[in-house]
Structures are given as structure tokens and as C-alpha cells.
């Protein structure tokens, strides 16, 4: 009876506390690095790269089949109430040889940025985000960092999941009806 007093308020702290992920992606002209919670996975990448060897073909079917089961599933993500929370930070250090065209880049770059992160929102909820875009001008650079945290807890991920599942399913029986 004792463990149940116990297992409930564990229960409820695991279904319903906000769990953060932290995903840094940096970028310079030479080097990617792709860290998870501070470990890096750019090497983990390289390394099962090399030890396995897979070969995809892709045939004419499935690339339908794939392109279908986005939309299900963007489509799904869109109307779900509850979204995970992000918040973001974004750091570009760029230049071109020419300043023209690293102002032109600036305005083109600086909407880009600003339009993915609409695009983002429709199924994220955007908590903070920080845009930093420095030029340098007459100088050949690229530095990009880009540090995310998404909150997500176990009930939401049941429950966005749940929907996905419904909505992949029910896809499925339309077009086999339609066929």
C-alpha cells in the first residue's frame, strides 16, 4: 500500500513534468558539429557511416507513399492543441567577398529566418527566440550556431503520437478504399 502512495505522485511527476532537450547545431566553413544534451553525435554519425555501408534505392512507389504520409502527418501535427514548447537562438557570422552582396544577403537571409520560423510555429509553440545576424563585410566567412531547448513531457508525446497513429490509419483505409 506504501509503494502506491509512492508510485502515483512518481507517476504523475513522470507523465506530466516538462522533460527539456537541448540541441546545439554549429556550423563554421570547415567543421559541422551536432550536439545532443552536450554530447557530440557527429561523430557518432561518422562512425556508423563507416562501419555500415547501406545502399537505399529508392523505387517509383514510395516516394509517393512518403510524400503522402508527411502531409498526414504535418497536416495531423497543425491541429494538435497541446505542442511541444521551443525555445531558440540563432547566431549567424557571414560575409561575401563583395559588400552588395552581403547586404542583399543580410535582408534575404534575415526573411528566410524569419518566415521558417512562422512555418515552425504552426506546430511548435515558439516560446523565446533570438535572432543575431552579424555581416562582415568584404570578408569570406560563415559561422552559424543555432541553440534549441524543446520542453516536451511523456503525456504530450502519448498524446501527439496517439493522434498521428489515428490519422496515418485512417489515411490508409481511404486510399484503399479509393483503389
Known sequence: MHALYIGIPILFLILFISIPI????EYN???FKFTL????ITDKINYMKTKFK???KYKEDQIPAVSNTSKVILNSLRD????????IK???HYGLSDAAYTALVFGLLSNFICITIKLS???I???NKKLNIVPEFNKLALNLEIDSIIFINLAKFIYISSIIYKNLRNSRKINLANT
Open 90 to 92: 540563432i547566431n549567424i
Open 125 to 127: 509553440n515558439i516560446k
Open 29 to 31: 566553413i570547415k567543421t
Open 54 to 56: 547501406i545502399d537505399v
Open 37 to 40: 544534451y552536450n554530447i557530440d
Open 80 to 87: 494538435i492543441k497541446f505542442k511541444p514548447n521551443l525555445n
Open 22 to 25: 537541448k540541441i546545439r547545431v
Open 121 to 123: 510555429s504552426l506546430f
